[in-house]
């Protein structure tokens, strides 16, 4: 499919999207296998439904796993221009962290509801903005944000209460979450430091919000492969600040920390598209990641209430809730009012029912992802292209 939209406002759907993205075969980071400008991007990815998503896909996800999500509204001019340099429609990466994976070594807990959320249940390690469905503790920075996997998912898609009052939600495309899960790799006790130890070191450190050079860099990198010389590839190449980080540099540095990721890369030059199925990202020790297995959040009152069982909300049709963050108003359990004081339990279908223990260190197999969707898609098979991606085809 192609497109000849010339609106920067539209992502990865306007005609010169991707155009200064590296050339596959010069790129040592993520290189991308989906196009670029007019050539609409492609992903390997399979939704489910808003149910099968929380009952057995999220009971699986193991620490280590990327959570990446798309915010379509086109009135943040700034994510737009984001998804239209990066070519694809993800515009946030976060990280999957359950201290039943390992209690002796994780410990971290919710940042804000640490008393109530149960230790068996999957966290988001994430690194966002204040603001709009932004930090819960950190109102005028943003930071690293530690926060139940569930609460924050189903928040993030209930575009008709985060939005502001000003804003028919009804006009924007539903908000999308997809998980992939880290495979073909053995999470040791050393693996679990690392990350215990690369979190700890960013805990307190903001977010990078501001448009400087280094910030934009990471976008342009068009042939930065082809030059040798060290005047010609500097100025082009981020340089490695992380007193103050962007999501996707949070997730690498820890993947660097925990040995996934090359200790050469730059985690500043990395962009949240790098860990979607536009590209395939470089890991080490044959590890390797799913396909996307995604879930969309309501498009209509209706669907909102009856599809996904959202309570009742606040505001009038055509208008949005207005709420930037929802403890202030429903407390630990979010919009959906989650019970996060109930243990997650395995399904038995995915990394679980082979009969290891919750704290088991096997990258958990795929059978969770291939159930069958609610709207009875077809399960496919699984192949692993080259790069170190595992992806259903």
């Given at each position: ?153 189903k928040d993030y898609l209930d575009k008709f209460q985060h939005n502001p ?150 505001g009038q049709p055509g208008q949005g809730g207005g709420f930037d963050i ?68």
């Amino acid at each position: 499919m192609c497109t000849c939209d010339p609106r920067v406002s539209k992502g990865e759907r306007c005609c010169c999207s991707g155009f200064c993205i590296e050339l596959s075969c010069l790129d040592s980071y993520a290189p991308n296998k989906a196009g670029c400008c007019c050539m609409l991007p492609s992903y390997v990815d399979r939704e489910v439904s808003f149910q099968h998503f929380f009952e057995v896909v999220a009971p699986e996800l193991r620490t280590g796993d990327i959570v990446v999500a798309s915010w379509p509204n086109e009135q943040d001019f700034g994510t737009g221009v984001s998804r239209c340099m990066a070519h694809s429609r993800t515009s946030h990466v976060a990280m999957i962290y359950r201290p039943s994976d390992c209690p002796s070594i994780l410990k971290y807990r919710d940042l804000k509801f640490a008393d109530q959320v149960h230790e068996s249940r999957p966290l988001l390690v994430q690194m966002i903005a204040a603001g709009e469905c932004g930090h819960r503790i950190r109102r005028e920075t943003g930071g690293l944000e530690v926060v139940d996997f569930e609460v924050y998912a189903k928040d993030y898609l209930d575009k008709f209460q985060h939005n502001p009052q000003s804003f028919d939600p009804r006009t924007s495309a539903p908000h999308r979450m997809s998980v992939r899960t880290l495979n073909d790799f053995q999470r040791t006790q050393a693996f679990y430091e690392a990350v215990e130890a690369a979190i700890t070191k960013h805990l307190d450190k903001p977010f990078n919000g501001a448009k400087t050079w280094n910030v934009m860099s990471s976008q342009l990198d068009m042939c930065q492969g082809c030059f040798r010389c060290y005047c010609c590839r500097v100025p082009w190449l981020a340089n490695e600040q992380l007193d103050s980080l962007f999501c996707s540099v949070l997730i690498a540095d820890i993947w660097k920390t925990a040995g996934l990721l090359d200790s050469k890369l730059i985690a500043s030059e990395m962009v949240p598209a790098m860990w979607d199925t536009t590209r395939r990202i470089q890991l080490q020790q044959g590890a390797s990641l799913s396909l996307e297995v995604s879930v969309l959040g309501p498009q209509t009152e209706q669907e909102r209430t009856e599809a996904m069982k959202y309570p009742a909300r606040t505001g009038q049709p055509g208008q949005g809730g207005g709420f930037d963050i929802s403890c202030d108003e429903f407390g630990s359990g979010g919009f959906w009012r989650v019970d996060v004081t109930k243990p997650s339990e395995s399904t038995g279908n995915g990394a679980t029912s082979k009969g290891a223990p919750t704290g088991h260190s096997e990258a958990p197999n795929m059978q969770t992802m291939q159930q069958p969707a609610g709207n009875g898609s077809a399960v496919t098979t699984i192949g692993k292209d080259q790069g170190g991606s595992q992806e259903k085809e």
